[in-house]
């Protein structure tokens, strides 16, 4: 269990969000060595925004994980499951011994989020390009109900290729969803992608390397900022402004997180070739090391 | 022993070098579909759409105009799910020789789960107009039908198995198009199978022979169009007939050889060994295959149970 579980949210300092972070990385690594199955990269970049989330900002229970005034949460991304599942099980949702069941059939923890068998998943996603438009229904619904929750919606940058988003973001300011927060995790890697020129065929350029993504969303009608999605001061206070717009600005927000694929681990950090595959023990010990030092984790 | 999928970017890799209308549409995928092979010998041939399956569908069609054969490499889920609006309106009607080259298709897609899993496409394939759908069994057949694909002048759907099967077929292998293939002479019953399934089914009619069950095993390569004259003449004076297919219950080679069967008024009484109705789960491929009923022990437990019923 994660030091300091027992501190408030409001409590939890940045230090403090990102040592569980380096322990749900380290999970990610775990679980994929011990399932030979699962996402890594991706699952990398976008933990310190779900552990920001989980353990910070959003309005949850992991008691009661179908509160209907609970915050909802939505990996469009789904192939990144793991790092989810790993943010879910240290916040208390199920046992950290659970990860272990992953993949192994007959698991409430699949390939992919199955919002029918997992406690804390909102939405099943796998298929990209979905959870914008799932985010929107629930912020619509919430306003129709006059509830006072937010949704947020976590997206790859290679996922915004698929067209269903851009129609989702055409739309939903025109519903006036200030209630919905799309976060883009912004690692400028996808799994193959493009060659950066054409003769340079192994280096991969940023999938929305030729797009002014602050512009497109604020055209569109978004409030949009862009951070660094590995410092959890501009996580925090992306997160608080995004919120405080709720019911005020009319405007969905966009928080376009400049991040690292397989970040925090020197052999998989910033290459596509970790998109996934399967860490080999001595590979599995440097990464323990590179993550959590001397410190033991417990199950 | 080769995937099919290695097959395919190993294949279209050879074709590239004289037949300069090829071309490979990517969503992303070139590094599970193989396409990455053909990526790295014809860069100028490699059209990289991104995760934009609709888009993928759309400028493939648009290239089809120009003279091009492109082949779209993705998932097949997400050809003939995502986007099946496009390949309906812009490759059915118009007879565009746009080739889906559906990867990872069936259970197994190396635990991706439900999600992933292309187990209706026959079903959807089926009921599309001007589609010629074909179903390797192993990497040998598989490689036949590209080269016999490259020459067709048309829209098809390839169903490509993800992992490597037992092999089929030896090196003598001529892919007839439309036409059932008898595997094994029996007398007890007669079953029916397509795709990396008549692989194991293979294994599976060999431990029924085993056990003094006496199965004719026929293999469906082309399931549209299909010869089905001929699938009847294997058919015909059997009163106990099995299908096998890695696909749902619904709509695929079960429903085709039901077809045939009523058609000639046939007595016969068939037992369709698939996916249930319902939905699977991420896990190895041999736990898969084994609770899901398409390991060759579970499919030859089925059929002595059927000529026991
Ligand atoms: C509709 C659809 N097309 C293709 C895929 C296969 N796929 C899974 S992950 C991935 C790359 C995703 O890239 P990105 O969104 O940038 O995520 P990240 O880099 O964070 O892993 C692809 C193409 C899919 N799951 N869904």
């Known amino acids: 269990m994660i030091e300091g579980d027992t501190v408030t949210r409001e409590a939890r300092t940045p230090a403090d969000l990102a040592a569980i972070a380096s322990e749900g990385r380290w999970h990610v690594l775990n679980t994929v060595a011990a399932s030979k199955a699962g996402h890594i990269g991706g699952p990398m970049s976008a933990m310190d925004l779900m552990v920001a989330l989980f353990f910070r900002q959003m309005h949850v229970d992991p008691a009661h994980p179908q509160d209907p005034e609970r915050d909802r949460f939505i990996l469009s991304k789904g192939h990144s499951a793991i790092g989810y599942y790993s943010v879910l099980a240290m916040r208390g949702y199920f046992p950290v011994g659970e990860l272990a069941t992953f993949d192994h059939g007959d698991s409430r923890l699949q390939g992919h989020p199955d919002m029918k068998l997992t406690p804390g998943v909102d939405v099943s996603t796998g298929s990209l390009g979905q959870g914008l438009s799932a985010g929107a229904g629930i912020a619509l619904a919430a306003k129709k109900q006059g509830k006072d929750f937010h949704t947020w919606v976590i997206l790859g940058d290679g996922e915004i290729e698929e067209g269903m988003i851009w129609e989702t973001v055409i739309c939903a300011p025109r519903f006036g969803l200030d209630n919905l927060t799309a976060i883009i995790d912004l690692n400028g890697l996808q799994q193959y992608g493009w060659p950066a020129t054409p003769t340079d065929r192994f280096d991969r350029s940023e999938p929305m390397g030729h797009v002014d993504l602050e512009a497109v969303f604020t055209g569109f009608g978004w409030n949009a900022v862009t951070i660094d999605g590995h410092d959890f001061d501009e996580i925090l206070r992306a997160y608080a402004d995004a919120e405080a717009a709720r019911g005020v600005s009319g405007r969905p927000s966009v928080i376009i997180a400049r991040t690292a694929k397989g970040r925090g681990v020197s052999f998989t950090e910033g290459t596509f070739n970790w998109h996934n595959g399967v860490p080999t023990p001595e590979q599995l010990d440097i990464a323990h090391r590179e993550l959590l030092g001397t410190k033991e984790v417990v199950a | ?309």
Do not use: C
């Open chain 2, 1 to 309: 022993m080769k995937s099919q999928r290695a097959v395919w970017g190993d294949t279209l890799t050879e074709l590239g070098e004289t037949d300069k209308r090829i071309v490979i549409v990517d969503g992303d995928l070139a590094t599970s579909t193989m396409a990455v092979t053909f990526a790295k010998a014809h860069p100028e041939r490699f059209v990289e759409a991104g995760i934009a399956e609709q888009n993928m569908v759309g400028m493939a069609f648009g290239m089809s105009t120009l003279g091009y054969r492109p082949w779209l490499s993705s998932f097949g889920v997400f050809l003939t799910n995502r986007a099946l609006d496009q390949v309906r309106m812009l490759v059915s009607q118009t007879k565009a020789p746009v080739r889906l080259a559906a990867a990872y298709t069936g259970l197994l897609n190396g635990s991706a789960g439900k999600t992933h899993q292309d187990i209706e496409d026959f079903s959807i394939m089926r009921a599309m107009p001007n589609m010629t759908i074909l179903a390797p069994a192993d990497a040998v057949e598989a490689e036949a039908m590209i080269r016999w694909a490259a020459e067709y002048d048309g829209p098809l759907y390839l169903r490509l198995a993800r992992d490597a099967v037992a092999d089929v077929f030896g090196a003598d292998y001529v892919y007839e198009h439309g036409k059932p293939i008898s595997l094994r002479e029996g007398t007890d019953a007669v079953v029916v199978s397509t795709g990396v399934q008549t692989s194991r089914t293979v294994e599976a009619v060999q431990a029924l022979a085993d056990d003094g069950v006496s199965v004719r095993h026929i293999h469906v390569p082309t399931l549209k169009p299909l010869d089905e004259h001929a699938l009847w003449q294997h058919l015909d004076g059997m009163s106990r007939v099995f299908t096998v297919e890695e696909h749902s219950v619904i709509g695929g080679l079960g429903d085709v050889v039901s077809g045939v069967l009523s058609a000639q008024g046939a007595g016969a009484r068939q037992t369709r060994i698939g996916l249930a109705d319902g939905w699977s789960e991420s896990a190895p491929n041999d736990f898969l295959l084994d609770k899901y009923g398409l390991s060759p022990a579970r499919v030859a437990a089925s059929v002595a149970a059927g000529l026991q019923a």
